[in-house]
T-cell receptor, first 114, second 116 residues
Framework: ETGVTQTPRHLVMGMTNKKSLKCEQHLGHNAMYWYKQSAKKPLELMFVYNFKEQTENNSVPSRFSPECPNSSHLFLHLHTLQPEDSALYLC?????????????FGPGTRLTVL | DAKTTQPTSMDCAEGRAANLPCNHSTISGNEYVYWYRQIHSQGPQYIIHGLKNNETNEMASLIITEDRKSSTLILPHATLRDTAVYYCIVRVATGAGGTSYGKLTFGQGTILTVHP
C-alpha cells in the first residue's frame, strides 16, 4: 500500500472516446506527477504539478490534458487518442518538487486504445 | 542528469545476496544515486539513495565507490518476491535556478530474476 491510488486500473477506449484517469494520494504531499510506460520503453515523465501549479509539460500532445484541482487529486483527461498511446499510465507524488524527496507511485492504469 | 549503465538481466538464487551494479561515470558532485524497482504490473517502488557514503535500510544496502563512478545495490537475502526490474538513477540534489529537481529519468534497468 503506497498511499497513491489510481482508477480505473484498466481502460479500453476507441479513438473517438473521451475518458479521464484519476489519481489520489493520501500522503499529504504537494507534488504530483504523470508518467507513461509503453511496452519495452523506459518510463517517460509527462507532467509535474507542485502545489497545484503545473511546473513541467514534457512536450506531451494536447490530446492529453492534465488537471490538478488540489494537492491530493490529479486527473489526466484523454480525447481522440491513437493506438500508439496504449500504455501503462502511472501517477506519483512526493513531498514537493524542489526538495528531491522520494516519489511514491500508484499501481497505474493500463490503457488500450483501439 | 548523468546517464547510467546497468546490465540487462541478472539471476540470483533464493536466499543468496543479489548484487546489482550500476555505472555512472559522468556523475556530478551534486548528484545522488537513487534505486527504484518495479515488480511486474505495479508502479515503481523507492528502495534507497545515497550521495557518497554507503547506505543501508531495511530493504537493501548501497555501496558507492570512492570516485562515485559506480555503485552496487545489495539485496542481502533475495526472495522470490524480489524478482523485478531495478532502476539506477542519478538525480541532482541541489542546483542553480531552472534545474528540474523532481525529475527521475528512468532507463531500461536490470531485470533481476530470483529462482528457487
Amino acid at each position: 500500500e503506497t498511499g497513491v491510488t489510481q482508477t480505473p486500473r484498466h481502460l479500453v477506449m476507441g479513438m473517438t472516446n473521451k475518458k479521464s484517469l484519476k489519481c489520489e494520494q493520501h500522503l499529504g504531499h504537494n507534488a504530483m506527477y504523470w508518467y507513461k510506460q509503453s511496452a519495452k520503453k523506459p518510463l517517460e515523465l509527462m507532467f509535474v504539478y507542485n502545489f497545484k501549479e503545473q511546473t513541467e509539460n514534457n512536450s506531451v500532445p494536447s490530446r492529453f490534458s492534465p488537471e490538478c484541482p488540489n494537492s491530493s487529486h490529479l486527473f489526466l483527461h484523454l480525447h481522440t487518442l491513437q493506438p500508439e498511446d496504449s500504455a501503462l499510465y502511472l501517477c506519483a507524488s512526493s513531498q514537493e518538487v524542489h526538495k528531491n524527496n522520494e516519489q511514491f507511485f500508484g499501481p497505474g492504469t493500463r490503457l488500450t486504445v483501439l | 542528469d548523468a546517464k547510467t549503465t546497468q546490465p540487462t538481466s541478472m539471476d540470483c538464487a533464493e536466499g543468496r545476496a543479489a548484487n546489482l551494479p550500476c555505472n555512472h561515470s559522468t556523475i556530478s558532485g551534486n548528484e545522488y544515486v537513487y534505486w527504484y524497482r518495479q515488480i511486474h504490473s505495479q508502479g515503481p517502488q523507492y528502495i534507497i539513495h545515497g550521495l557518497k557514503n554507503n547506505e543501508t535500510n531495511e530493504m537493501a544496502s548501497l555501496i558507492i565507490t570512492e570516485d562515485r563512478k559506480s555503485s552496487t545495490l545489495i539485496l542481502p537475502h533475495a526472495t522470490l518476491r524480489d524478482t523485478a526490474v531495478y532502476y539506477c538513477i542519478v538525480r541532482v540534489a541541489t542546483g542553480a535556478g531552472g534545474t528540474s529537481y523532481g525529475k527521475l529519468t528512468f532507463g531500461q534497468g536490470t531485470i533481476l530474476t530470483v529462482h528457487p
